[in-house]
Every structure is written in C-alpha cells, then in structure tokens.
C-alpha cells in the first residue's frame, strides 16, 4: 500500500487513462444500461467484473494464462 508523507495510508488513488471514441461510446453505453451514476463507478464495476471472471478462469483451467 502506499503511504502518505504522514505515514498514513491513503484512501483513493488517481488513474488517468486514455480511451478510444469506440471505446468511451461502449463504457458509456454499458453506464447508462446498468444505471451507474458515474464513468468511473463504471469503470470499477467492470474491472471487478473481469477479476471475478479472470480468477474464475483460473480456477477451472488451473493454471493463469499466459501474457
């Protein structure tokens, strides 16, 4: 974890990324069907979604694959 000039961890981390228009109309358009109320709550939800299916791959191959 990373930790504050104080020692304290912090609570949020900043990301900045880069988005095709294809892309962007795509994360907008899954948004607004599951009626999140932000891009980056967006975001969240599907990097948790892929995890979850990531590591259920895993776990029913046995093996990661590799990059």
């Known amino acids: 974890m990373s930790r504050t000039a104080a020692g304290k961890e912090k609570k949020s981390f900043r990301l900045n990324m ?3 228009p294809g892309e ?5 358009n899954f948004r607004y069907s599951a009626r999140i109320p932000s891009r ?8 948790k979604l ?3 299916a990531f590591t259920a791959k895993v776990a029913k191959e046995g093996s990661a694959p590799s990059a």
């Open 18 to 20: 880069l988005f095709e």
């Open 24 to 28: 962007l109309e795509e994360l907008d």
């Open 40 to 47: 980056s709550e967006a975001i969240r939800v599907l990097i």
């Open 50 to 52: 892929g995890i979850e």
